[in-house]
């Protein structure tokens, strides 16, 4: 930066993180230009921060825990963006994605071979967390699990039952 070049902090949280960049005469160069403190990338800027926010979450993942931090801390002077951090996280599963989850957990266990205790697990616990972006979120129990093996098996049944009454023969084989 060339010393005849001054700086205007962002109002904000975001203060110590974009900058505006002024000719001497304290005129905004490039007005509608801000700067990324840390790496001196240009982004084009009118007004909101949200894009301002997912580069640092993406770029620049510790600044951006400091911004949460500080704005967990203080009472916010900008309500939207401590709205937008919550917004990412712990939005409640509807029901419907609820009992689909449990439908693949149960299917994906019952064809892995994995041990229904899989569900006590508490990585995978942390990566449905993260996945699902809600951190309240628990593995089903043991016992759903167990009781959507048993729904499961009856309709199979059922189905396999179906399938067989309308063939006229049928080879097996074994492999011991
Ligand atoms: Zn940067």
Redesign the pocket.
Known sequence: MSNNITVKHLNGKLHDHFIFKMSAGGKLDNGDKVY??????KFAYRGSNTLLIY??QH??ILKYQHVIKNNRESTSEVPEISNYFLSQSNRPLNDKVSADLIVSIAHWIASSGCLTAIVKDAGLQTVMRTAIQNQTYNLPSRRTIDNMFDKTYEEKLVDHKKAIESVHSIALSTDF
């Open positions: 990324c403190i840390h790496c001196n990338k580069y640092l770029k620049h």
